[in-house]
Nanobody, 112 residues
Framework: QVQLVESGGGLVQPGGSLRLSCAAS????????MGWYRQAPGKQRELVAH?????TTTYADSVKGRFTIPRAKNTVYLQMNSLKPDDSAVYYC????????WGRGTQVTVSS
């Protein structure tokens, strides 16, 4: 059973930065895609960013130029800069091998 361990959420002021991390117990050879989704209260879960095994990245329009998604072996990060209150949500790590796996989520709150 693949496990995803997330960390790095918290409270930050508008304009600040946070770095999320997600470590997967899966073999790196089985990883097809790793990414981050988020869900704010009353809203659907949405894609934030993902990175393929080949290194191709995709970002939601709302985070382009502010977020990046580096990856090192079995760990994917989400570097979030210039944070806005609208970025507040629970952020979920996603891993795709031959199955689809989700982390438990980590809360990010952007508020003064």
């Amino acid at each position: 059973q693949v496990q995803l361990v997330e960390s790095g959420g918290g409270l930050v002021q508008p304009g600040g930065s946070l770095r999320l991390s997600c470590a997967a117990s899966a073999s790196i050879f089985s990883i097809r895609n790793m990414g981050w989704y988020r869900q704010a209260p009353g809203k659907q879960r949405e894609l934030v960013a993902h990175i393929t095994s080949g290194g191709t990245t995709t970002y939601a329009d709302s985070v382009k130029g502010r977020f990046t998604i580096p990856r090192a072996k079995n760990t994917v990060y989400l570097q979030m800069n210039s944070l806005k209150p609208d970025d507040s949500a629970v952020y979920y790590c996603n891993l795709i091998t031959y199955e689809n796996y989700w982390g438990r989520g980590t809360q990010v709150t952007v508020s003064s």
